[in-house]
């Protein structure tokens, strides 16, 4: 039972309390006031009836008339006459039951009334004693009237004292609710701060909590950076802050391996011509300073792209995978601007020339294949001694103009959506002791007799602006599965999922419908889109986590110094980028930055999957590192 209703309920008690020992006390107070008055009036009366009769000179007849008379007026409950021997002589009684009050009112506050006695005289002699008693129906009456006025009378002051209460309850119970709302937040791993009340029993508890989120926070904030530090140490070359060569490719064959949006973009290749005879005519320090500026040039625009990575190759050779790019050449273009940028400012840019080569990659591509392409196409370019992009093409679908392919696809997906051809595929996702933490469940498209794979179709969705319908359609598909299987199930979302606003309003309604199964709903969000739209991806995982959905961010590795921004938005687990994951067993780099984050993780209360595990052996040393999870093809 909730502090509020326990308190209401205490306030009604002793309201009722006051009012039922308020009543009684008025009550017998009223009672013994009237028992007074009707033992005066009886006294009075017989005193007066006495009187009376003794001037009748004791005459029977006339001594029964006149008593007679006196009873009929209807005030007595007894008259009695009795000779000095106590012989009665006269008696009138009123033996009607009384119906001025209840009879329960009546036997709680009973009264007892003295009769009153007086000597009936014959001259010097005493006829007989004369015994009187009021009829107490009218006291009845007059206590069960005055009693039901002050009981209305005090139950209207307890309707007036109940509202105020209230009122007061609520503005001394606000702190208690923030308190409440923030342990709340803290339990779903949302660590927040609020105003300190001014209540000092809440403002000590509201300090504490705020205490302890503000160092979450602080942690938070240091790890990530440590983690970042960590992360350019071992995959970023130190001249240019560039990705080394390895990482660069380990992105690149996650990319080609993904089954999302990133599966297809466009791979450039920039060589620095001339770089030895630079190096002997300006200073190797010089050089150095051009390249880091260089190299800040493409970081710049590697932030403008999500799962974008550009890398230093060798001495000259500058590479950027930019995924979703349909033009191999304007990413190309892209980087030689970057470079002119830099050496106009240094009034070099007549000495350099910059031949470039790009290439769309697909999945189902290799590293060994687009490599060569890239290769042939920038001995073309090196050969002209011009600053020309030479784009190689694999096949005649690369050749295809990028408007034919639109509308092709555009074709099939209306088709798609109208004749609901899509469906889910599922691979498992389990614990470190093989049990089922969740099943993933990428989207799939069925055409002319043949299973597209999501990283086939995603990148036309996306270009074609259909992510918010495709979102809308999985999670049906999901709840459903979820329905009939009674299994968690793990789903993709887009960033439209993020920055639509009627997607919020659609999947609460979804959720609501659906209560049982929404408990075992995951959904997540690529890191790049998280990020970049957090204010939106906290509202939506507030939203969803009503209903007792799960949320998380996958591909996550790449953006390590905003981990720290991540302390109140209540995620419940990390999916690390397969571009980590890949060969982890062997590269001792990976193993101590994915420890970190395992600690980071684990710190705020969310689990950690590995994507993308190829082998027993990445397995086996992602449980030693601290994960608690894993999926890819060599998880079953």
């Not at 004693?129 to 209305?152: C, D, G, I, N, P």
């Not at 495709?470 to 789903?491: C, F, N, Y």
């Not at 075992?520 to 509202?539: I, Q, S, Y």
Request: hydrophobic fraction near 45%.
């Amino acid at each position: 039972m909730s502090l509020y209703k326990q308190l209401w309920l205490a306030v009604i008690f002793l309201l009722t309390l006051v009012f039922v020992g308020s009543v009684t006390m008025t009550s017998l107070s009223a009672k013994t006031y009237l028992e007074q008055q009707l033992t005066m009036k009886n006294s009075d009366n017989a005193a007066a009836l006495a009187l009376s009769l003794t001037q009748q000179d004791a005459d029977k007849v006339l001594l029964e008339l006149t008593l007679s008379a006196q009873f009929d007026t209807g005030f007595y409950e007894m008259i009695r006459l009795t000779d000095p021997e106590g012989n009665v002589m006269i008696l009138r009684e009123d033996t009607q039951e009384m119906e001025s009050a209840p009879d329960w009112f009546m036997s709680l506050f009973p009264i007892d009334v003295e009769p009153g006695t007086a000597s009936v005289m014959k001259g010097w002699q005493q006829v007989g004693v004369l015994t009187l008693r009021s009829h107490s129906r009218f006291a009845y009456a007059e206590l069960w009237r005055s009693t039901q006025k002050m009981a209305m009378l005090f139950l209207l002051v307890m309707i007036l004292a109940g509202a105020l209460c209230s009122y007061l309850l609520k503005i001394i119970l606000r702190p208690l609710e923030n308190v409440v709302s923030q342990a709340k937040a803290i339990g779903e791993r949302r660590f927040i701060s609020i105003p300190e009340p001014k209540t000092l029993e809440f403002r000590q508890v509201v300090k504490s909590m705020n205490n302890l989120s503000e160092r979450i926070r602080q942690m938070l904030a240091q790890e990530a950076k440590r983690l970042e530090k960590s992360q350019r140490g071992a995959h970023v070359d130190k001249v240019s802050g560039l990705m080394n060569r390895e990482p660069f490719m380990r992105s690149l064959d996650a990319a080609l391996h993904s089954d999302d949006v990133n599966s297809a973009g466009s791979i450039c290749l920039v060589r620095l011509s001339g770089l030895m005879g630079l190096n002997e005519k300006y200073g190797r320090k010089f050089i150095d300073r051009m390249i880091a500026e260089i190299g800040t040039g493409l970081n710049n625009i590697v932030m403008d792209h999500s799962r974008s990575a550009a890398c230093r190759l060798n001495g000259s050779d500058f590479a950027l995978l930019v995924p979703r790019a349909m033009h191999a050449d304007q990413s190309a273009k892209d980087i030689q601007q970057a470079f002119r940028s830099v050496l106009e400012g240094r009034s070099i840019d007549d000495d350099i020339r910059l031949p470039a080569a790009a290439t769309l990659y697909q999945q189902g591509d290799t590293i060994a294949e687009i490599m060569t392409r890239l290769d042939s196409a920038m001995l073309i370019s090196a050969d002209e001694g011009v600053s020309r992009v030479n784009v190689a093409a694999k096949g005649d679908a690369q050749l295809t103009p990028v408007r034919e392919q639109m509308e092709y696809w555009r074709h099939i997906l209306d088709r798609a959506f109208s004749d609901d051809r899509f469906s889910l595929a599922t691979f498992p996702a389990i614990d470190i002791d093989g049990r089922l933490i969740h099943i993933e469940a990428p989207v799939r498209l069925a055409w002319e007799g043949e299973i597209i794979t999501a990283g086939q179709f995603l990148p036309w969705v996306n270009r074609l602006e259909m992510s918010h319908m495709l979102d809308q359609r999985v999670i049906q598909l999901a709840l459903k599965k979820i329905e009939a299987t009674g299994k968690p199930v793990s789903v993709n979302l887009s960033v439209a999922a993020v920055v639509e606003s009627s997607f919020s309003l659609w999947i609460s309604e979804q959720l609501s419908i659906h209560a049982d199964a929404a408990e075992n709903l995951w959904m997540e969000l690529a890191e790049p889109m998280a990020f970049r739209h957090l204010g939106a991806f906290k509202l939506l995982c507030s939203r969803v986590k009503e209903y007792g959905a799960k949320i998380g961010i996958e591909h996550m590795g790449h953006q390590m110094a905003a981990l720290g921004e991540l302390h109140d938005v209540g995620l419940d687990y990390l999916k690390v980028d397969a571009n980590f994951v890949r060969d982890i067993n062997e590269n001792t780099a990976n193993q101590n930055l994915l420890g970190n984050l395992c600690t980071v993780g684990h710190s705020i209360g969310v689990i950690i999957i590995a994507e993308g595990v190829r082998s027993d052996e990445e397995w086996h040393m992602l449980k030693e590192i601290g994960f608690d999870g894993a999926t890819g093809p060599g998880i079953a």
